[in-house]
Nanobody, 116 residues
Framework: QVQLVESGGGLVQPGGSLRLSCAAT????????KTWYRQPRGKERELVAS????????IYADSVKGRFTISVDSAKNTVYLQMNSLKPEDTAVYYC?????????WGQGTQVTVSS
């Protein structure tokens, strides 16, 4: 069964860090582009960070550049989002997306709340 399982969300104080994980099961994600999106309450979903298939090239939203890092562990079939220096405006549901021209998979979402 094809599945993306996200973990690592939670409540953190401003300035803190979290690492989100997205583990793929039922398929090998090496040949897929991998993207983290987020959706603040009442707002549209937006791209946070993306990494190309086989780890080629990264893209970051301007709002997270220098603070967030996307990475892949191919052996674990997992993509990560390391989030540092978190701000209240980073509060959102974060979604993992894995896609190629033939398939498009989404995780269930994980809540990140940045608040004191």
């Amino acid at each position: 069964q094809v599945q993306l399982v996200e973990s690592g969300g939670g409540l953190v104080q401003p300035g803190g860090s979290l690492r989100l994980s997205c583990a793929a099961t039922g398929f090998t994600s090496n040949d897929y582009d991998k993207t983290w999106y987020r959706q603040p309450r009442g707002k549209e979903r937006e791209l946070v960070a993306s990494i190309g298939r086989l780890g080629r090239g990264t893209i970051y939203a301007d709002s997270v550049k220098g603070r967030f890092t996307i990475s892949v562990d191919s052996a674990k079939n997992t993509v990560y989002l390391q989030m540092n220096s978190l701000k209240p405006e980073d509060t959102a549901v974060y979604y993992c997306n894995v896609r190629n021209p033939y398939a498009d998979y989404w995780g269930q979402g994980t809540q990140v709340t940045v608040s004191s």
